[in-house]
C-alpha cells in the first residue's frame, strides 16, 4: 500500500552481526582496559547479546560478566542498573568501539564476511522496498556499506541509525520525527527484536512487531505477547 511505512531495526532483524560486535567489543577491551576476553565471556555474550541496545551497553554488558561470571541472575540485575547511569567510561568505550570498527573496516571484505542475513534480511532482496526505512543504533555509514554488500536496496536517506538516536533519544522519538517529514503515510508497522525499543513507540499509526528469531529470543519477550513475528 502507498499509504503504509515499514521500520526496521538493522542489527538482529535485517542482518546477524553478532560475531562483528564481540569481535569489535573485544578488541576495544584488549586495548582500553587490557582485558583478554576469554571463551567463558564469549557464551554469555552471545547468549545475552539481545540485552544491549546502543554501543556502549556492550560495555555495560560485558562488566557486568566479568563481575558475576557464575550467576546470570547477577549479571542481568547489574546490566539493567549500570545502563541506566550516564557515565563517561562508557561514552569512551563507544568511541573507542567505533574506531575499533573502522580499522576492520579498512579490510572491507572481511569486515562484511563476520556479518550474514537473517531469513527477513534474505527476503528484503527479493520484494519492493520503496516506503521501508532503518531505524537503528548501529552507525549509519555501517548500515549503508552492509546494505551494499548484501544488494538490500533502501535508499541511504531512509537509514536513521547511531546520530539520529541520540539525537532523538529513542526510536519512538525518530520514528515520530521521520513521520513528521513524510505525512503521506498514514499507517505502517515497526520491527525490532528489542522490547525496550518496542514500547518505546507511541503513535497510534504504527504497529509494533517484535522479531523473537533475531537477538531478542534472549530477552523478556515472554512478557511481551502482542505481535510476535
Known amino acids: 500500500m502507498r499509504d503504509s511505512i515499514v521500520f526496521l531495526d538493522f542489527d538482529g532483524v535485517v542482518v546477524d552481526s553478532i560475531d562483528e560486535c ?8 584488549l586495548e582500553k582496559y587490557d582485558i583478554k576476553l576469554n571463551d567463558d565471556i564469549k557464551f554469555l555474550f552471545y547468549k545475552l547479546r539481545g540485552l544491549v541496545g546502543p554501543p556502549f551497553e556492550y560495555y555495560c554488558l560485558i ?4 563481575k558475576y561470571p557464575d550467576s546470570e541472575s547477577k549479571i542481568l540485575e547489574h546490566f539493567n542498573l ?3 547511569k550516564k557515565k563517561k567510561i562508557y561514552f569512551n568505550f563507544e568511541k573507542l568501539f567505533f574506531e575499533k570498527r573502522k580499522e ?9 564476511g563476520l556479518h550474514k542475513l537473517t531469513s527477513l534480511g534474505i527476503k528484503l532482496k ?3 522496498l520503496d516506503s521501508f526505512y532503518i531505524v537503528s543504533t548501529k552507525d549509519e555509514s555501517s548500515i549503508i556499506i552492509l546494505l551494499e554488500f548484501f544488494s538490500i536496496k533502501i535508499q541511504k536517506n531512509r537509514v536513521f541509525g547511531n546520530k539520529s538516536f541520540k539525537k532523538y533519544k529513542h526510536k519512538g522519538n525518530v520514528i515520530n520525527h521521520i513521520l513528521s517529514i513524510k505525512k503521506k503515510y498514514k499507517s505502517g508497522i515497526f520491527i525490532d527484536d528489542s522490547i525496550d525499543h518496542l514500547l518505546k513507540l507511541d503513535n497510534n499509526k504504527i504497529k509494533p512487531y517484535f522479531y523473537a528469531s533475531g537477538y531478542g529470543e534472549n530477552t523478556n519477550f515472554d512478557e511481551y505477547n502482542d505481535n510476535i513475528l
Open 126 to 128: 527479493s520484494i519492493n
Open 82 to 84: 549500570s545502563r541506566i
Open 104 to 112: 576492520i573496516q579498512n579490510n572491507l571484505e572481511y569486515w562484511c
Open 22 to 29: 564481540y569481535l569489535i567489543s573485544k578488541l576495544t577491551f
Open 63 to 66: 562488566n557486568s560478566i566479568l
